[in-house]
């Protein structure tokens, strides 16, 4: 089974106004922890779209227009996206998407590979978050989860980790979601 960590991060929070500006991923195999392949890209807009940005979001990011124009069109991203997935041969019942917050980053994920098209590559529709992980652990263990939060950076606090690097890039929300993860869930046959 394969684990797709994913983060986005955008121009704002209103999928149907904002756009995806980074997105990022590391495909691994859930039982070792091995990486079989991983993605970076940054994701040029229109002068139009970059106007709606939210200014929180990008205080949040750090990202300016400068950066952004540069980078590649969605359409190649989109192909690059779809390259590296044939390879790992994505489908369902075979791979998952893993995510800090999975109904943001699959609305977002989807301005680049529409949904119907997802479905048509038998892509997992299947997006797991890693709260529901972390919440779940701490039942188990009868802590109260609602006490600490569970943002991302408050499952690492609780996990002894590190926060999360600022300004927030999308590589780095993969490995600190990684980090989090292997602490709440661990990779079963991994070192």
């Not at 991983?38 to 106007?51: A, Q, V």
């Not at 949040?60 to 192909?79: D, H």
């Not at 109260?144 to 690097?165: R, Y």
């Amino acid at each position: 089974m394969l684990g797709i960590f994913l983060d986005t991060e955008t121009n704002g929070l209103n999928f149907d106004k904002h756009r995806v500006i980074e997105l990022a991923f590391r495909i691994l195999d859930v039982q070792t922890g091995r990486e079989v392949v991983s993605f970076e890209s940054l994701i040029g807009m229109t002068e139009e779209e970059w106007k709606k940005s939210d200014p929180h979001s990008l205080q949040v990011n750090g990202f300016s227009w400068e950066e952004i124009r540069k980078g590649p069109p969605a359409a190649k991203v989109a192909t690059e996206i779809l390259s590296a997935f044939q390879k790992c041969k994505i489908e369902r019942g075979h791979a998952v998407f893993i995510c800090q917050n999975p109904s943001f980053d699959r609305a977002f994920f989807s301005q680049l590979i529409d949904a119907d098209l997802q479905e048509e590559l038998n892509w997992p529709y299947h997006w797991l978050d890693l709260a529901s992980m972390y919440w779940t652990r701490s039942i188990l263990e009868q802590k109260k989860p609602w006490e600490t939060g569970v943002s991302k950076n408050e499952i690492a606090k609780v996990l002894a980790l590190p926060p999360e690097e600022d300004p927030h890039k999308a590589m780095n929300g993969v490995d600190h979601l990684i980090a989090c993860y292997e602490k709440v869930v661990g990779f079963p046959e991994g070192s």
